[in-house]
């Protein structure tokens, strides 16, 4: 760089340092100008396998080994998911919006960057794509790989769903409860995903378009986390939908220990301002609306949770390992991804990579001082 430059010039290789390192971390962060698909869908033997691409390959695999905030986005198609993860990028436009009853995001897509409000780490955003018709048999399998990966990738999860909270929407949380047919702990399958709640991410429901409030209760009324719990209630009775009900909030509350709801206001009543949310100012936005959504958004940013694998805090080279490790597992049909395994493949990488980083190491100092001091067959 031009300040690199100049500053060796003057005699401050130090400065000089400085400065290449910045242009660096610059250089990166212009690598991500816009989002990056994550993984894809591919056919092979008639079986769709959820792969990496490459690009994000290179691009994690380039950023220095910094801890990393994981936060991803799930909920059904056209209800604002990719929205709020543009939001939680703190930018307006980036991962795409739809306007039509199509879903727009296609396998998982990701941006990462500085953390916005924690020194020294990044923080990165997966936008899913939306879950689909539960009727459908190969959508509700693809929506729960889908969802297995979300979870087992982030250390926050972001359930964004639409319209007011009542009791039928908690139905919507149905997959949420299916975790322990598709996830283990330990390597072996055992322990039936019982401990899953000690590995899972935080959950916070938003839900999006909201008019009413709680209810109240004993004459106050309710919080949203509260108005959740109240959701998340066991029913009284035996009937098959009574049974499912109960079956799935307990679930919910053992996988799930910290749990949040957050009711966001429509941003608008103005169908054009709607249509275009990425591109329109903000200051044509309803007010509660913009007060809800920005204190979600610093709720999550300044939780100072970062991603970790039985308790250890992976960093951005780790990423790679766990994600290659659980994508594999959810591809295997003869397999369950578990945290220990995990960890295993994250430990056995992070052995690998500080190896060859040592023998490379190892080899430009030979180059540097031995070489030189060696005979030659010249004179």
Known sequence: SLLEDLMRKI???????????????????????????LTSTRLVNNRKLIVLTPEAERILSSLPPRSVDVVAVVGPMRKGKSQMSNLLCKRKSGFPLGDTLDSTTKGFWFWIGPHPSQAGRYHMV????????????EQNEKDIKHLVLANLMSNHLVFNLQGNPDQGFVSQLRLMGDLAEHV??????????????????????????ATLKPPERNGRRLTPDEYLEDMLTRKDGFTKAIRAHNDMTDAVKNFFPKRHLRLIPPPSIDSDVLSKLDKVNDCVLEPKY???????????????????????????????????????????????????????AMVEGECRRALEAHMQQFKETVDKTVKPLMPTDEG
């Open 290 to 344: 913009r007060n809800a959504v920005g204190n979600v958004i610093q709720e999550v940013w300044n939780s100072g949770l970062v991603k970790k694998v039985n308790g250890d805090v992976i960093k951005t080279t780790g990423l790679l390992h766990i994600l290659g490790y659980y994508i594999k597992a959810i591809n295997d049909p003869n397999a369950m991804p578990s945290v220990l395994g995990a960890h295993e």
């Open 184 to 209: 283990r702990v330990q390597t072996d399958g055992r322990d039936g995903g019982n401990d899953l709640g000690k590995h899972l991410p935080e959950l916070w429901v938003t839900v999006q378009d």
């Open 126 to 137: 997966i936008d899913t794509e939306g879950l689909g018709d539960c009727a459908d048999e």
């Open 11 to 37: 005699g401050r290789d130090d400065f000089a340092v400085e400065a290449r390192q910045i242009a660096e971390e610059e250089k990166k962060r212009k690598i991500m100008d816009g989002p990056i698909q």
